[in-house]
């Protein structure tokens, strides 16, 4: 079954620290992988995408990773900022053509402390 | 930068009421999509809607459900008797192109619809 499974549930970090989170996926076949930010009562916002034969994507201070071969990816946020209190959602698509088949992750809730 | 927007952004609805939900997506964008998001759980794909008919819709996406595109600029998901269980928050997102290449579908900031 295709499934998409974050890590951890929620985190709270210092503001100025950094925090990787975490996203394993057992879809298959496998097109791409995006990671959005979601605050809380927004809709979610795109921060990377990435297809297989990429390894790391960049956006400001958020760098995301995959690895095709194990399905995992990771976000690295960097010098954390309270803006980046929000819901950070890993959403794999899988290999056609298909908006139904796309698998939302449900999630890290990520709160920065001042 | 483009966006997509919703109206209303709150809606309250006694339960068998009709509901209709808006949305402008992005002026060049072709393909779009309602979502719900209940309280505290995943995103869920409700239906997509192509050249003026539906793609693709999923389970949750009944009888009870219809969308629209009634002019040029407008996407209407239309909830016809509304229950308990559809209490949600509704995102509708376009994107240029469909699913299968690199193309980002873009979110609404939601409408948070309340079935009393």
């Known amino acids: 079954k295709n499934q998409v499974e974050q890590s951890p549930q929620s985190l709270i970090i210092l503001e100025g620290k950094n925090c990787t989170l975490q996203?394993?996926?057992?879809?298959?076949?496998?097109?791409?992988l995006r990671w959005y930010k979601q605050d809380t009562g927004r809709g979610p916002v795109s921060l990377t995408i990435?297809?297989?034969?990429?390894n790391t994507k960049s956006n400001g201070r958020y760098t995301a990773t995959l690895d095709a071969d194990t399905k995992q990816s990771s976000l690295h946020i960097t010098a954390s900022q309270l803006s980046d209190s929000a819901s950070y959602i890993c959403?794999?698509?899988?290999?056609?053509?298909?908006?139904?088949?796309?698998?939302f992750g449900s999630g890290t809730r990520l709160s920065i402390r001042p | 930068e483009p966006e997509v927007t919703q109206t209303p952004s709150h809606q309250v609805t006694q339960m068998g009421q009709e509901v209709i939900l808006r949305c402008v997506p992005i002026?060049?964008?072709?393909?779009f999509y309602w979502y719900r998001q209940i309280l505290g759980q995943k995103v869920e794909f409700l239906v997509s809607f192509y050249n003026n008919e539906i793609s693709e819709k999923s389970e949750i996406f009944d009888d009870q459900f219809s969308v629209e595109r009634p002019d040029g600029s407008n996407f209407t998901l239309k909830i016809r008797s509304t229950k308990l269980e559809d209490s949600a928050m509704y995102f509708c997102a376009s994107s240029a192109t469909g699913q299968g290449t690199q193309e980002t579908q873009y979110f609404g900031p939601g409408t948070r619809l309340l079935v009393l």
């Open positions: 990435m297809t297989f034969s990429e």
């Open positions: 002026s060049n964008h072709l393909y």
């Open positions: 959403v794999v698509s899988p290999g056609y053509s298909s908006a139904s088949k796309i698998i």
């Open positions: 996203c394993n996926y057992t879809v298959s076949p496998f097109s791409n």
